[in-house]
């Protein structure tokens, strides 16, 4: 799938200081973007798994991984397509305790998020950590849409929406840097908003 620069750029607006440059505020709005047609998946079989490069592989269901600490993230979401939505509310659990249970090796420096779909997306271990990152299954107080990635999806809200996985099911450690599916084509590594980190070679 070829990645093109041909992004409709709309006039920034919003609150000064938290619309990245190139982004527009889109209002009440969530729009719904995705490289493939969203699964059915049933609460009961979903399941997320932390290996790779760590200790203690481990897998949580859904049950289990609802009794870990509930953990919440309120702020703003950036689309590469060039939207922004300011003051979402997320509900789930933080990578930080699933990382903590699995324990990273000293040689883990990266991470490749996997969806359920086979879909994947690479992220540096520092990004997902420190409370950056976490495991959501509810926005603005209601379960997570299939369409938006539910039952659960990867929220790394700091960069670029498309690193925050949906049908997330699985944390794979690694020593070096392995591309994801928007990476391979074209898409910057990293997707840093604030620095537009759009696309390969992007400073």
Known sequence: MPVTRGFF????????????PGQYDTGS?????TAEAAPRIRPEEWSITVDGLVE???TWSWDEAHRLPSATYSG?????????????VFRGISVDDLLAAARPRPEARFVLAHSSTGYTTNLP??????GKAWVV???????????????ARLLVP???????AKWVSRLELLDEDQQGF?????????GDPWREQRYQGDA
């Not at 700091?158 to 925050?164: E, M, P």
């Open 56 to 58: 203690e592989p481990t």
């Open 158 to 164: 700091h960069l670029y929406f498309w690193k925050s």
């Open 137 to 151: 299954w509810e926005a603005e107080g209601k379960p997570l849409t299939r369409e938006h990635g539910g039952p």
């Open 125 to 130: 271990l520092e990004d997902v950590t420190d």
């Open 29 to 33: 709005s969530w729009p719904v973007l």
């Open 182 to 190: 928007w990476e391979r084509n074209g898409y910057h590594d990293r």
């Open 76 to 88: 703003d979401i950036h689309c590469v397509t060039t939207w922004t939505k300011l003051d979402m």
């Open 9 to 20: 750029r709309r006039r920034e607006q919003g609150p000064e200081g938290r619309i990245p």
